[in-house]
């Protein structure tokens, strides 16, 4: 060993035994992502309108979730979506982080024809 890579044994030494230490902190930031029910994209939903069938509504985005009668021939159908996601956040013993987020798409229909849709 020459004098200049004598200081640096030492330090090298220090840096291998707080490599595994390092490792287990990248290797705990996996995120977990979970989702249930119909999500309607925007685009999808942009091309329905009002005056559109009962049909063309279950062509374009699949059986809703629910169906809720209002009388006088008005329903209103959904498709409603959970999205959640957990990350580690690489602190050993620290909470994950986590998110969720619901929405739904509504349509009204009067008789078979849509009247109205949003979202909730």
Not at 75 to 83: F, N, P, T
């Amino acid at each position: 060993m020459n004098s200049l890579s004598r200081p640096l044994a030492p330090l090298l030494l220090i840096l291998l035994a707080l490599a595994p230490i390092g490792a287990g902190c990248v290797a705990g930031t996996g995120t977990r992502l979970t989702f249930s029910g119909k999500s309607i994209d925007d685009d999808v939903m942009r091309r329905l309108a009002p005056g559109e069938s009962k049909e063309f509504v279950l062509t374009l985005f699949g059986p809703p979730s629910s169906k809720d009668p209002r009388g006088r021939g008005s329903e209103v159908w959904k498709w409603s979506y959970h999205e959640s996601s957990s990350r580690q956040n690489g602190l050993p013993g620290a909470a994950p982080i986590e998110r969720a987020r619901d929405g739904a798409v509504n349509v009204e229909f009067e008789g078979r024809t849509v009247v109205r849709i949003w979202r909730s």
